[in-house]
Every structure is written in C-alpha cells, then in structure tokens.
C-alpha cells in the first residue's frame, strides 16, 4: 500500500491528512495524485466511496497560491448534497494552508453566495446551474483558473446537466488542468474529454471485491431510539474478541463510546477531531486487546491496518455501498471468518436494498436479541472462560483449595457459583444517545436525484454545513469514554 508521506506532498498539507485519519493512500489516490502534481488532465474511473475528492483535493490544494486572491480551482458536482460534502473534505486538506473554499448550489440565498465570493475563495465548489447564474451575473471570475474537476460526470449527464457544463468550459483559460471522475464512461462523457481535454491519463480502479465470502453478514430492522440497547445486547451475545462499531456522526461515535464504557465495555472512539497522538494511543490499545470495542466514523477508520477484528456493526447504515464494502472488510481477513451486523431504521431500507444489488449478496435478518438472550451469552462465555482456564493454566496450587471446598459443597453448585462470579450479567444502566438525521428518503437511486442546482433542495443531510468560506466547523465536545471491564 501507498503511504501519504511517499508522495512527496508538502509538510503541511500531510499534517492536515494525518488530523483527518488518513495513512494509506486508496488505489484512486494513490494513482491520481502522482499524475495531478505534474499537471496532467486526468480521466479517472472510480465509484463514490473509493476516496475520489481526496485523489483530486489534494494535488489542486497543493497548487493553491495563497497570496493570489482568485479563484484558482473550481470542481463541479451533481447535487448540492455532493457539493457540501466536497467542500468540507477540500476544506479539511487545505486547513494548514488556510484555503478560501465555497460551496454554491441552488436553493441556497443567492445575494449570500455574493457576499462570499467578494471574499475571493481559492476554490469554487458547485452545481453546474448555480455556477453557470454566478457567471453570468460576473459574480463570479475564471480568468486565473488552474484546476478544473468534473466530479461524477456521468450523474451530470444523467440529470441533463451536459449543455450548462459546456456553457462554463467556455469561460476558462483553455491552458488548465482538468480532472473529469466518472463511474462509467458514456460515449457523450467521452466526447467532453476529446473536446475540452489535453491528452488526458486515464485511470481505471474497479471496485474492490464486492462480496467478501468469509463475513457472514446480517442486518436488524430496528427503531433509532432502540438501537443502542439492541446494540449492548448484541455484544453480550457475541462476546467479540475485538469489535468496531461504526457511526454517522463524530457525535455518535463520542456517545456511543461513553455508553458502552458506562455499561462496563472497554470502549474507545476515534474521529477526525482527535489529534494524531490520542488517535495513535488509541489504535494501539485495541490492537493490544486492551480495549473490546472500538467506535469510529468512516473517516477516522479509512486507510488504517487493523487485524483481528471479529465483529463490525454498523451502528448508522452508511450512505453508499462501498462505504459499506470498506467498513466491513475490516473484519474477515488473512482467512478467518467475520461477522458484519447492520442497524437499518425502517425508512433506511432503501439503502439496505441497494447494497444488496450492489454486493450481489442478500444480508439476512437478524431479530434483535433479548435481555435473557443476552444472559445466556455472558453465560456461555463464562463456561468458555473457565473450559479455557482449566486447559491453559497450571492449577495444581489451587487443587488442594478445590478438594476443600468438594468436601463442604456440592461439586454442581460449586460450579454453578463460579460460573455466577465470573458471567457479566447484562447491564440495564440508563443511557441517552442523541438522535440524528435518518438518511433521506428516496424511490429507487441511493442518491437522491432529486436535488439539483436548477430548483431548491428538499433533502438536507443531517449535520452538514450549508458550505461557507474560509470558515470553521463546529467541533463535537470529545468525551474520555475509557473505563473498567468490570464483573456483575
């Protein structure tokens, strides 16, 4: 695997990837980057979740001259959903270097756009109609463009967005980089490329295997405000060797590692927030089996090597299927078989159908376990501690002890109370998690398609910043949520 440090990228914008979690750089980056510092056009072939904006952010952040107060790179995305979440991750890369990033889309105030761009953002970020309006009201210049991204050209065509495209080429210095990234590669896709395009390098990443034959996966139809007892229970029933449970938000994964810890886990969360020591210190003790579960957003998680995880769940079902496909082949690996469990709200099935068409695999349900399911796990993992203790130890200081006891007590219920002593019982403590925005509700694209520059936005993700300049993101409070293993 690539490693960020190995592409020769400037200190400071490896310290912005190394706060986001990043170590290994993903195929598409890994190829993309390289080719993107020399200058070159680009068509890459990837899917959404295979680290695409990373792959054209940071070589566009590297080139960004501060002192220059023009737009210098401009990336134009389908939906304004897509649009915010380019912004953030742009805005994240270019924090050392403090680079103005602006999303503009529709449905958004437009005079406040103005007011922004009289700021001079470095980089533009946008639907194809909002940018095209900035245009040709002059609010917005391309005469200092160096780095032109078309990101997920394909669902631009798709929405009929071809001729607005074409309108905003016409405004750009034609001595440019451009990078055009497309699921697949249509022949009008390829037409653009041949027009506006100056021998391009094409990059191809498939989708990694997108079904892993040694995880046995499973989903459960569950009510948010359920989720997290059917979650401790789970637990209780498996008894993982080693966990990671995935979640939405940094303030989920902040909760959810408090919770458990409250319950007696030893849990521990990473998110983009942490900074690299803590992050560090904390991977180093789930590896060391110091902690059972470890909590994490799918930034914080991306790009790490860790082994030995039995059991992932998805606490939130993510928002694409190879989000999924890479939270789940965290387990299942050198071999072993992994068990992957997701949490889906009933409005979210959806989104369950098409990581099924897209894994080519049906998840089976799995009914939520009850508070005497989960005794009897903690149960038969006492039974499995003890069998282990008795094969592995040496307890011939302890056998004269034992025959003592024999003497007074029967040897089952001698048994039976150790058995008692050493089983967690389930653990009931009160717990509150903050409820967050389902994912949005649609017909029959994982995406909303529904959203697009030329009419207002009905589908808000919850949490996201409406995009801003160079401006700053709220910060979850972080929370210690290390405690002790303890034994009912």
């Keep these: 695997m690539t490693k960020f440090k190995d592409l020769n990228l400037s200190e400071t914008t490896l310290k912005a990837i190394d706060k986001m979690g990043f170590e290994e750089a ?4 890994a190829q993309t980057i390289p080719a993107g510092l020399e200058g070159k056009d680009i068509i890459g072939q990837a899917q959404t979740g295979t680290g695409k904006t990373t792959a054209f952010g940071v070589p566009m952040i590297e080139k960004i001259d501060t ?3 023009t737009v210098q790179g401009l990336v134009i995305a389908p ?3 897509l649009a915010i979440q380019v912004s953030e991750e742009l805005y994240k890369i270019g924090s050392g270097k403090r680079v103005g990033i602006l999303a ?10 103005i007011r922004a761009l009289k700021k001079r953002p470095h980089i533009i970020v946008g639907t194809p109609g909002r940018i095209l309006d900035h245009i040709n009201r002059k609010t917005l210049k391309l005469d200092s463009l160096q780095t032109l991204v078309l990101d997920e050209a394909d669902e ?10 074409e309108a905003i080429l016409s405004h750009m210095p034609a001595e440019r980089q451009t990078l055009l990234f497309s699921a697949t590669m249509p022949k009008q896709i390829r037409a653009i490329a041949e027009r506006f395009m100056n021998d391009p390098v094409t990059i191809r990443v498939k989708t990694k295997e997108m079904t892993v034959s040694n995880i046995e996966q499973y989903y459960v139809k569950v009510h948010q405000r359920d989720k997290f007892d059917v979650l401790s229970r789970l637990i209780d029933v498996h008894s993982p060797e080693l966990a990671i449970i995935f979640g939405r938000t940094k303030r989920r994964v902040d909760e959810l590692a408090n919770a458990l810890s409250l319950r007696g886990y ?4 990473i998110h983009g927030d942490l900074t690299q020591a803590k992050r560090l210190t904390v991977l180093k003790r789930f590896k060391e089996g110091k902690i ?15 082994s030995g995880v039995t059991h992932v769940y998805n606490y939130d079902i993510p928002q694409d299927p190879e989000s999924y496909v890479h939270r789940i082949g965290r387990t299942g690996r050198a071999g072993k078989e992994g068990v992957a469990i997701t949490f889906v709200e009933p409005r979210e099935m959806s989104y369950l159908k098409e990581v099924e068409r897209t894994t080519k695999k049906k998840m089976s349900p799995m009914a939520a376990p009850t508070w005497d399911d989960a005794l009897v796990g903690q149960q038969q993992a006492a039974v499995n501690e003890l069998e282990e203790s008795v094969a592995k130890n040496d307890l011939s200081q302890y056998k004269a002890l034992a025959k003592g006891l024999l003497d007074q007590y029967d040897a089952e219920q001698l048994v039976a109370a150790a058995l008692k002593l050493i089983t967690k019982e389930p653990d009931r403590t009160p717990i509150h998690i903050t409820n967050e925005s389902s994912l949005p509700q649609k017909k029959d694209k994982f995406r909303s398609k529904n959203s697009s520059s030329k009419k207002p936005y009905g589908n808000r993700q919850g949490g996201r910043s409406s995009g801003g300049g160079n401006r700053s993101y709220n910060r979850d409070r972080k929370s210690n949520p290390r405690r002790k293993h303890t034994s009912q």
């Design 292 to 306: 059972d579960v470890l909590v994490a957003t799918d930034v914080a998680a991306r790009g790490l090597d860790i």
């Design 79 to 81: 939906t304004r959903e």
């Design 26 to 29: 993903t195929p598409i980056q």
């Design 266 to 269: 030893q849990a521990e969360g």
């Design 67 to 69: 002192n220059n107060h």
């Design 104 to 113: 503009v889309y529709g449905g958004q105030d437009i005079q406040r756009q």
């Design 156 to 165: 631009m065509l798709n929405m009929g967005f071809i001729q607005d495209i």
